[in-house]
């Protein structure tokens, strides 16, 4: 199984930017958990927000109110739409996925702690 994304860029602040996570893998069957999370040099991966299979989001309070997270189970997608966008959100944003199942010959088999490659997301002031 892999994430892979896409979206990342530079915007001037007050501008927008969506990421895009894609699940790939044969017989993906469920998936749990799904998050954003950023990383700037020298600090802690941070969570950004992540969403539940039954739909509830949480979001960082930094935030909360400019960034929505929207999840689509057919495509095996996660999104992450950032509406004004601050010099602060400047990071590698990363792609995970707690939990998954992938259905077997022999039933299903469970897998845990996916992450997606990184993909810049740079804002200017």
């Known amino acids: 199984v892999q994430l892979v994304e896409s979206g990342g860029g530079s915007v001037q602040a007050g501008g927008s930017l969506e990421l895009s996570c894609t699940l790939s893998?044969?017989?993906?069957?469920?998936?749990?958990?799904m998050a954003w999370y950023r990383q700037t040099p020298g600090k802690q991966r941070e969570l950004v927000a992540n969403i539940t299979k039954d739909g509830p989001a949480n979001y960082a309070e930094s935030v909360k109110g400019r960034f929505t997270i929207s999840r689509d189970e057919r495509k095996l997608k996660v999104s992450l739409q950032m509406n004004t966008l601050e010099p602060e959100d400047t990071a590698v944003y990363f792609c995970?996925?707690?939990?998954?199942?992938?259905?077997?010959?022999?039933?299903?088999?469970?897998?845990?702690?996916?992450w997606g490659q990184g993909t810049q997301v740079t804002v200017s002031s």
């Open positions: 893998g044969r017989n993906i069957f469920t998936v749990d958990h």
């Open positions: 995970h996925v707690d939990r998954l199942t992938i259905a077997t010959m022999t039933g299903l088999q469970t897998g845990f702690n996916y």
